[in-house]
C-alpha cells in the first residue's frame, strides 16, 4: 500500500500557527501578489484588503478558524476605524473566499492560494517535529 506513506507526514499545524502568530502579507510581497492585478474597476488594494487577504493565507494554511487570525490592524486601538470598516472587510472576505464570477477575486485567491501552499512548505522545512 504505497499510496497510504503520506499519511505518515503529519503536517504540524500548531508549529504553523505558532510561526503565524503575529503574521501578515510584507508590503513587498503583497505588492508583488498584486502588480499584475487589473486595477481598472478593481477594489481598493490597501492595507485593509492585504490584511483580510492574510486572513485568507494564514486560515489556508494554518487550517485555523477565521476569527483567530492576526488582525494587526484591528488590534491597532491607537488609530480610529475609517466609516464601514467592518462592512468593507467583510465584503472583501466573502468576494475573496466565495466568488466564483468576479474575475478579480477569483484571480487574487489563486495568487493567495500559491502563495499560501509556497510559505507553508517553507514553514515546514523550518519545523523541528
Request: aromatic content about 8%; some cysteine; hydrophobic content about 35%.
Amino acid at each position: 500500500m504505497h499510496h497510504l506513506g503520506a499519511a505518515n507526514e503529519r503536517i504540524d499545524y500548531q508549529h504553523r500557527r505558532e510561526t503565524l502568530r503575529d503574521w501578515w502579507i510584507p508590503a513587498s510581497t503583497w505588492e508583488e501578489l498584486t502588480a499584475q492585478m487589473p486595477r481598472r474597476g478593481a477594489p481598493d488594494l490597501g492595507r485593509l484588503k492585504c490584511q483580510t487577504a492574510s486572513v485568507f493565507v494564514w486560515t489556508t494554511i494554518t487550517q485555523g478558524d477565521v476569527l483567530l487570525a492576526p488582525r494587526p490592524l484591528d488590534a491597532d486601538v491607537s488609530r480610529p476605524r475609517p466609516v464601514g470598516w467592518s462592512n468593507q472587510r467583510n465584503q472583501f472576505w466573502d468576494h475573496l473566499a466565495h466568488s466564483k464570477h468576479l474575475k478579480h477575486y477569483v484571480d487574487l485567491r489563486q495568487a493567495l492560494t500559491d502563495y499560501a501552499a509556497h510559505l507553508a512548505q517553507e514553514i515546514d522545512s523550518r519545523s523541528t517535529a
